[in-house]
């Protein structure tokens, strides 16, 4: 997992493979004149679902990792809680992998740890990463959001 700011970090994650071209569209982009829902950017390979949501309790929402793809959460607007945690022994998911939507769900983590983004800010998950988005910080509150897909 990485956590960060896109205006300060860009220089350091612009030579990863497909985090580079995330990095670009962001900069490139204003999400205000996008429609929500899922839009493509290199075919399967490279793409963003596009959501408004409110944030929630934790015991509202599931953990969930993924296998096929990485993750790329980018906070346009609000703010959210996400709990992370290593995949690992002794975590089991309530509900199994699913291949066609690359994705398990979990509900108790061992070892959670929990932190906050920003407007601004991004989190980057990988297929050993579990996490928990759309939680809410100190109170409720509206996210706006682009998870980019990122073929592994």
């Known amino acids: 997992m990485i956590i960060g700011k896109i205006d300060s970090d ?3 994650l612009s030579h990863i493979k497909g985090i580079d071209k995330v990095l670009e569209f962001i900069s490139r982009t204003n999400f205000d004149d996008i429609t929500e829902g899922k ?6 390979n490279l ?3 596009l959501s408004t949501y409110r944030t929630t309790y934790k015991g509202n929402k599931l953990a969930e990792v993924h296998w096929e793809y990485i993750d790329f959460q980018y906070i346009i607007s609000g703010e959210e809680l996400i709990g992370w945690a290593n995949y690992g022994d002794g975590q089991k998911p309530v509900k199994k ?3 066609q939507e690359d994705i398990a769900f979990f509900d108790d983590i061992q070892d959670e740890s929990f932190f906050i983004l920003k407007q601004g800010m991004y989190a980057i998950f990988y297929p050993e990463d579990i996490h928990r988005p759309g939680l809410q910080a100190s ?3 509206e996210v706006k959001k682009a998870i980019f897909k990122i073929k592994i």
Do not use: A
């Open 10 to 12: 860009i220089q350091q």
């Open 97 to 99: 992998y699913s291949e």
């Open 47 to 49: 793409f963003y679902n």
């Open 39 to 44: 839009h493509l950017i290199d075919r399967n």
């Open 139 to 141: 109170r409720s509150c």
